[in-house]
């Protein structure tokens, strides 16, 4: 639902995208896709859990060339890199059809916190933007870093939390607060999408 | 163990609050530090530029001085003595008087280009009689039989602070100056204009024109315009440029006018 607002706003300003938001813009637009299929999937009461795990490959592709594309120095970019490698090496041997890859989700809840770090680093070392509050790299970065850690230890202990479905409503109370942070996830995005905008005529402004 | 990832989660969703509060915080404070410390230099190159003029202009009144009151007066007495010596001259040896007569004028030559000199380097006229008189005398001095100079100005001139007026009789004189010397031109405007923001002086000539990103990108090029720049920067004026080649250029320069009536009146008090 959120996801489908975010992509909305996201299409609207897609003019005023720089490019890291056009990346996430699209890993959103596949995210859409997956979910659809996982909708559809779950009425048919097909197995749709691999989803998730694709799902996340999307997620981390999009946040790997989005940061890659904004962090300029090259320190940054074989770190972006190589956060990037672990999770695709994790992703390949956690990898399953039928059961969440929660270390891999994991992992990448991880590697999204780095990136974060990373770009919060280059934001204190760089001193090039004005106003913080209204950038929106700044407001994706927050949204990440809180949607990673709220998810982290969910996905890590994945056979307790996840695991089995047969126990008393656990699985639905931790998909719950997955599903909420994801929300909680794209409605940043959203912000920061119309963030991204006014950032754009403000200093489309400045530059006339 | 569902308690530890409950606690866990609670733990690292603080610490990412937490992260991103202090990285907002203090990204903020420097962004602010930087400012001030941009605009105290701002400042400083302010107050240099501006001591800077000062020394020139303190610099030429001194050597007008030195020339006025010096040279002047040796000058002075040397022609007294050589019209005594002319007078010895006529008497004794009537062949020299044409030699005499030669060194006499040459010495009135020297006298009157002394007097110019140490009067151009002080603009008296200007802390005497205002801007409005000393670009009157300054169209006055240009004009010759190949260009004429017009002043054209609003009647209401306000008075101004003695650096705003030192500051755009120089940028006139430079201008001028240029107009005369680049421009090949036949006629110069001075416009001097009275707004209510600040006062708005333009030079305009029918000449040739000028390329100005060329000027601007040649580095052997006169101190003229830097000059009218740094000038300009003192007083927070502006200078803009419409000009082009093939055709007169029209310079117009802006500053604004920052009360001087009050200040004045409290020094005069
Ligand atoms: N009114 C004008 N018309 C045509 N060309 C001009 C005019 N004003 C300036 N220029 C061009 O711009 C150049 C730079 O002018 P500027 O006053 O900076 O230096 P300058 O007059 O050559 O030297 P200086 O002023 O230091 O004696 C000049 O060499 C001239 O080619
Ligand atoms: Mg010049």
């Known amino acids: ?208 | 163990m569902k308690l530890y990832i409950a606690v866990g989660t609670a733990v690292l969703l603080v610490m990412a609050i937490f992260i991103i509060v202090f990285v907002a915080y203090y990204q903020q404070k420097q962004i602010r530090q930087q400012l001030i410390l941009k605009e105290w230099q701002e400042k400083y190159r302010k107050g240099l530029l501006a001591a800077t003029l000062q020394a020139q202009e303190h610099e030429r009144r001194r050597i007008a001085q030195d020339l006025h009151d010096e040279i002047g007066t040796m000058l002075s007495v040397t022609k007294l003595s050589l019209n005594q010596l002319g007078r010895t001259v006529e008497h004794n040896d009537p062949g020299s008087t044409v030699l005499v007569q030669k060194t006499r004028s040459l010495l009135d030559e020297t006298i009157a280009n002394v007097r110019r000199i140490s009067r151009d380097l002080v603009p008296t006229t200007l802390e005497r009689f205002g801007l409005v008189s000393a670009l009157e005398e300054l169209a006055e001095k240009a004009s010759n039989g190949e260009v004429h100079v017009e002043l054209s100005c609003s009647d209401k001139m306000p008075t101004l602070l003695p650096q705003l007026d030192l500051t755009l009789f120089r940028i006139a004189q430079e201008l001028i100056n240029n107009a005369i010397k680049h421009a090949n031109a036949e006629n110069i405007i001075i416009d001097l204009h009275c707004q209510p923001t600040g006062i708005l002086l333009s030079v305009i000539d029918d000449g040739r024109g000028f390329d100005l990103d060329e000027i601007l990108k040649d580095k052997k090029r006169g101190l003229g315009l830097r000059n009218i720049e740094s000038r300009l920067n003192v007083i927070d004026g502006h200078v803009t440029f419409d000009v082009e080649e093939g055709r007169g250029s029209r310079i117009h320069i802006q500053v604004k006018n920052l009360k001087p009536e009050v200040e004045v009146e409290v020094e005069a008090v």
């Open chain 1, 1 to 208: 639902m959120f996801l489908l607002l975010a992509i909305g706003t996201g299409l609207v300003n897609y003019f005023f995208l720089d490019k890291p938001n056009r990346w996430l813009l699209r890993m959103l637009i596949f995210s859409f896709a997956i979910s659809l299929i996982q909708i559809h999937d779950a009425a048919y009461r097909h197995n749709n859990t691999y989803l998730y795990n694709l799902n996340s490959l999307v997620e981390m592709s999009g946040f790997a060339v989005a940061y890659w594309t904004e962090l300029k120095s090259r320190r940054n970019r074989s770190l972006v890199l190589s956060g990037f490698v672990i999770y695709v090496l994790v992703f390949l041997y956690d990898f399953s059809w039928t059961n969440i890859a929660g270390i891999a989700l994991g992992v990448q809840r991880i590697i999204m916190i780095m990136y974060a770090l990373l770009y919060f680093h280059y934001i204190l070392t760089k001193m090039q933007i004005q106003n913080l509050l209204i950038h929106s790299m700044f407001w994706v970065s927050a949204g990440a870093i809180v949607h990673a850690a709220g998810t982290l230890f969910v996905f890590l202990f994945v056979k307790v939390t996840l695991g089995d479905l047969s126990s008393n409503g656990s699985y639905y109370l931790y998909i719950t607060i997955v599903r909420t942070f994801s929300a909680f996830f794209y409605l940043v995005l959203l912000v920061s999408f119309w963030l991204r905008r006014r950032e754009f005529r403000v200093t489309g402004r400045l530059t006339v």
